[in-house]
Antibody, heavy 120, light 109 residues
Framework: EVQLVESGGGLVQPGGSLRLSCAASGFTFSTYWMHWVRQAPGKGLVWVSRIHSDGSTTTYADSVKGRFAISRDNAKNTLYLQMNSLRAEDTAVYYC?????????????WGQGTMVTVSS | EIVLTQSPGALSLSPGERATLSCRASQSVASSHLAWYQQKRGQAPRLLIYGASSRATGIPDRFSGSGSGTDFTLTISRLEPEDFAVYYCQQYGSSPPYTFGQGTKLEIK
């Protein structure tokens, strides 16, 4: 059974940092694109970042470029999102999602999400 | 960036009725790389439809997707109580960002 379990969320002050993790199981993690998607309270879904199966290619939404960094450890079956210079508008539930073998695949599995609150 | 506009924003229907949800793109979606997701309150999204019309694994056949280019539709043929949720379309064909529509809330009448 495919499982994605996020962790690392919490309350952080503006300007602070946080690292999210997503532990994957039930599939060959090292062969899939992976994504982070966020959802502000009461709002819709917003794609944040993606990473190639081998970590060679990363892409970011303009809103987080230069502040967030996606990475993965295929030996540990874990996806990460390092978030720096956090702003109030980064407050959201952050989901990791599995893509496919190709960048043009839909997101067919999602974790349950981890809440990030940026507030003083 | 491709902007997706969903309509209506909210839809009130009764169990057993047919639901038709629309998603319009600001430019053509490459190779019909258009997906639909269902999200229930407090839960993660679930993939329903990919490639505009292919049902994901385990999705009941009352869910169907259609369309190409800039106009796409999700149809639920006969609503079950568990179908009342928020539905999002997403394009994943062009270069990122992989944009989502703003969602359609399907409510029980």
């Amino acid at each position: 059974e495919v499982q994605l379990v996020e962790s690392g969320g919490g309350l952080v002050q503006p300007g602070g940092s946080l690292r999210l993790s997503c532990a994957a199981s039930g599939f060959t993690f090292s062969t899939y694109w992976m994504h982070w998607v966020r959802q502000a309270p009461g709002k819709g879904l917003v794609w944040v970042s993606r990473i190639h199966s081998d970590g060679s290619t990363t892409t970011y939404a303009d809103s987080v470029k230069g502040r967030f960094a996606i990475s993965r450890d295929n030996a540990k079956n874990t996806l990460y999102l390092q978030m720096n210079s956090l702003r109030a508008e980064d407050t959201a539930v952050y989901y990791c999602a599995r893509g496919g073998f190709y960048s043009t695949d839909a997101f067919n599995f999602w974790g349950q999400g981890t809440m990030v609150t940026v507030s003083s | 960036e491709i902007v997706l506009t969903q309509s209506p924003g909210a839809l009130s229907l009764s169990p057993g009725e047919r639901a038709t949800l629309s998603c319009r793109a600001s430019q053509s979606v490459a190779s019909s790389h258009l997906a639909w997701y269902q999200q229930k309150r407090g839960q993660a999204p679930r993939l329903l439809i990919y490639g505009a019309s292919s049902r994901a694994t385990g999705i009941p056949d009352r869910f169907s997707g259609s369309g190409s280019g800039t106009d796409f539709t999700l149809t639920i043929s006969r609503l079950e109580p568990e179908d009342f949720a928020v539905y999002y379309c997403q394009q994943y064909g062009s270069s990122p960002p992989y944009t989502f529509g703003q969602g359609t809330k399907l409510e029980i009448k």
